[in-house]
């Protein structure tokens, strides 16, 4: 068992609290800063209820130096950051893009000025399978070229190129970037999981909302890609496996042979769109309505991970398939709607 102290950044958020759990379940002590922009700090009394452990929350901005530094020193020494603190709706990256610019960069910035004011030097990014832009050949491998389409998918990219300039600048610095393809699903317990504001643009939250009957319908964007039954293909990964990811990095953040590495997390399988909501209605008796529509802009045939780095490096795999995700995802949306 270890006692090294994790910093979560934005740690009260969907991956972020799911990591705070298998942290702590594997011996990690857990602290978080999070400023309560997309997230509640009841999610504080869920991740401690689930572990029987305590955790250290600051409300703060970690884009401020003064907040980042204070979760330094309040809840110091700190073994390594998860950096999940940022914004991550595409389409209001393209509408609003400054916003997105300033919250995602100075977040990075100051959280990684704190790091080297405070001694540590371990830092984990949440980095995204967008920095892949429009990928042409699966599975996506790592070394694949980088670009973006989309405001936030440029702040992603712009992180991993600074973070790559200041690690070889800085040879004791450690930095994984980790490349999360479509994390679904909740914690079994059904205390966490993913609460979207208004009306999610994501598919997994949108069923569940139509299958309580918040929703009317669910529209499957376009049945005519050139996919095995037309509709589009992902590489959907539970979010315990995922949590489980960011547990094998922090494992080995201290002992890797390359200063940087990114690691793509995924499944390795593509499922279709339509896959997906037919196992969502197999487990649900059919509780959730779809119709097809058109094509959503902006949108890929394909995407899906190779996985075989993450394995290498990390040791890690998923182990948890499409039924999980659905079971979970649904009895998480179910005990939401009690509490609401
Ligand atoms: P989330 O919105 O649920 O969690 C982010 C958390 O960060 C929220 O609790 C929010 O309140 C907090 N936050 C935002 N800005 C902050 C700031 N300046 N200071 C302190 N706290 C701040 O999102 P998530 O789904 O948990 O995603 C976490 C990270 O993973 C994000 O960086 C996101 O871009 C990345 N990511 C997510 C997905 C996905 O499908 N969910 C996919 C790829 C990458
Ligand atoms: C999107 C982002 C990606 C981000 C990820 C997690 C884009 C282009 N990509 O991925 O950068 O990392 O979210 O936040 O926005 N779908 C429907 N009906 C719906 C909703 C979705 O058919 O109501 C389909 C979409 O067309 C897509 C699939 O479901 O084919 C998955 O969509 P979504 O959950 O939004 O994720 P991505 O678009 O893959």
């Not at 042409?136 to 973006?148: A, G, H, K, N, T």
């Not at 050139?226 to 960011?246: K, N, S, Y």
Request: net charge neutral.
């Amino acid at each position: 068992m270890s006692n090294k102290k994790i910093l979560l950044t934005g740690g009260l958020g969907y991956i972020g609290s799911h990591t705070a759990v298998s942290l702590l379940n594997s011996g990690y002590d857990v602290a978080i800063i999070d400023d309560l922009s997309n997230s509640h700090i009841e999610v504080k009394d869920a991740i401690q209820k689930i572990t029987g452990k305590k955790i250290d929350v600051i409300i703060g901005d970690c884009g401020k130096a003064e907040d980042i530094n204070r979760a330094f020193e309040e809840c110091g020494p700190i073994y390594a950051v998860v950096h999940f603190a940022g914004f991550k709706a595409v389409g209001e990256s393209v509408h609003k893009p400054l916003k997105y610019y300033k919250n995602n960069l100075e977040s990075a910035i100051e959280t990684i000025n704190a790091c080297f004011k405070y001694g540590c030097k371990n830092f984990i990014f949440s980095s995204s399978a967008t920095v892949y832009g429009n990928a042409q050949r699966m599975p996506i491998v790592e070394s694949d070229l980088l670009s973006y389409t989309q405001p936030y998918g440029e702040t992603k990219l712009v992180i991993e190129n600074m973070l790559c300039g200041i690690c070889k600048a800085e040879k004791d610095f450690n930095v994984i970037m980790l490349r999360y393809f479509n994390p679904v699903g909740a914690h079994e317990s059904g205390l966490i999981g993913e609460d979207p504001n208004g009306i999610p643009n994501n598919l997994m939250p949108y069923i569940t909302k139509v299958a309580v009957g918040k929703l009317e319908k669910l529209t499957i964007f376009g049945s005519d890609y050139p996919t095995p039954d037309g509709t589009c293909v992902r590489d959907f990964i539970h979010i315990t496996d995922l949590a489980e990811g960011h547990v094998k990095a922090v494992d080995k953040i201290g002992h890797l042979e390359n200063n940087i590495e990114a690691v793509n997390l995924g499944r390795g399988k593509g499922v279709s769109v339509k896959e997906l909501v037919d196992t969502f209605n197999e487990i649900s008796n059919g509780a959730c309505k779809a119709v097809y529509g058109p094509r959503r802009e902006g949108d890929v045939p394909v995407s899906y991970a190779d996985v075989k780095k993450a394995n290498e490096v990390l040791g890690w795999k998923a182990r948890l398939g499409v039924k999980d995700m659905c079971i979970s995802a649904y009895k998480w949306e179910l005990s939401h709607m009690e509490k609401k």
